[in-house]
């Protein structure tokens, strides 16, 4: 096996994934941000939540609010419905794994907080449970996806968001995902801090 050509091609797929959609995710991206901006403006907060790799990036975008991006500023109101293990594991034995966003969301999300739901397939039960969860609670969606864009597609509402990768591997679809929750931290960041 020739894993160091191997290891280039996945290199090369990455690559060439992000340039091949670039032109088209770049106007939901920086739709989303201002509408991320909107939202922390108001006073209000963006709840995050996904399984397995996109638990990590919702866990990894909400440090990046919380802390810092790139640039110092204040911290800004952002979680991951994903890090407390005590509330997962009690919601998925007491009533269901499919709940254990949703609850959360009906218990945390207020009328104009944001939800940002990941999921790579757009298939995900719990994600698709917490999307149904926002609108209940009057919360738009910003929905991370891949391939088709899955159920999520067909439950976004005409002020939600979806930044869809039409691809088919997970690998690939999880590093555009990654990129683009870069994206959006840079974004945020340069709206709220006035850089050109």
Aim: contains cysteine; negative net charge.
């Amino acid at each position: 096996m020739d894993l160091i050509g191997r290891i280039t091609g996945h290199f090369s797929a990455s690559a060439q994934l992000k340039l091949r959609v670039a032109d088209a995710l770049a106007t939901p991206i920086a739709a989303a941000a201002e509408r991320m901006v909107r939202c922390l403006m108001s006073d209000r907060k963006i709840l995050s939540c996904g399984n397995g790799g996109s638990a990590a990036d919702s866990q990894h975008f909400a440090a990046e609010m919380l802390n810092r991006f790139e640039m110092e500023r204040p911290g800004l109101a952002a979680f991951a419905l994903t890090t407390d293990s005590s509330t997962l594991t009690s919601i998925a034995n007491d009533f269901d794994f499919s709940q254990v966003f949703a609850k959360q969301v009906r218990a945390l999300g207020q009328n104009g907080d944001l939800l940002l739901a990941i999921s790579t397939s757009g298939n995900s039960g719990n994600v698709i449970e917490a999307v149904h969860a926002a609108h209940e609670r009057h919360m738009d969606v910003i929905a991370l996806t891949g391939k088709d864009g899955g159920a999520l597609a067909g439950l976004m509402r005409d002020d939600d968001i979806q930044i869809c990768v039409p691809a088919s591997s997970t690998a690939r679809i999880q590093e555009v995902h990654l990129l683009t929750l870069h994206c959006l931290c840079d974004a945020v960041d340069c709206l709220l801090l006035g850089v050109d």
